[in-house]
C-alpha cells in the first residue's frame, strides 16, 4: 500500500515562514502529479499549488509570489516553502499524490492518495 506523511505544520506569525513535506512510502513505480490542498475554518477544500512530474507548476492566485513547491522525484517526496504567511493562510494543508502506481505482487494503479493533513495557524 501507499501511505503519504506530512510534516512542517504549526504555529507561526504573520509575515513568517514555514516548509512543508511530505513523503510518499511503498512500492512506488512512480507518481503522476503532487499537490497541496488546503481547507479553512468554513471552507472548501482547495488547491493551493500542484507539480507535475516533469517540474511544470500552478498556484493558486492568492499564494503566488510567496509559496513555492517543489519535488525530489528520487525519493517521492514534495515540499512547499510558505513565506510571508498571512492570517487568511490558517487552514488544515493536505499532500496529494496523483495516478500513483505502486507494484505489491503485481502492479496497482494508478490512483490517487491523500495525506492526513497538517494544520498551519498564522496570527495576526
Known amino acids: 500500500q501507499v501511505q503519504l506523511v506530512e510534516s512542517g505544520g504549526g504555529l507561526v506569525q504573520a509575515g513568517g515562514s514555514l516548509r512543508l513535506s511530505c513523503a510518499a512510502s511503498g512500492n512506488i513505480v512512480s507518481i503522476g502529479a503532487m499537490g497541496w490542498y488546503r481547507q479553512g475554518p468554513g471552507k472548501e477544500r482547495e488547491l493551493v499549488a500542484h507539480i507535475r512530474n516533469a517540474g511544470a507548476t500552478k498556484y493558486v492566485d492568492s499564494v503566488k509570489g510567496r509559496f513555492t513547491i517543489s519535488r525530489d522525484n528520487a525519493k517521492n517526496t514534495v515540499f512547499l516553502q510558505m513565506n510571508s504567511l498571512k492570517p487568511e493562510d490558517t487552514a488544515v494543508y493536505y499532500c496529494?499524490?496523483?495516478?500513483?502506481?505502486?507494484?505489491?505482487?503485481?502492479?496497482?494503479?494508478?490512483?490517487?492518495?491523500w495525506g492526513q493533513g497538517t494544520q498551519i495557524t498564522v496570527s495576526s
Open positions: 496529494n499524490a496523483e495516478d500513483v502506481l505502486y507494484y505489491s505482487g503485481g502492479y496497482f494503479g494508478p490512483r490517487d492518495y
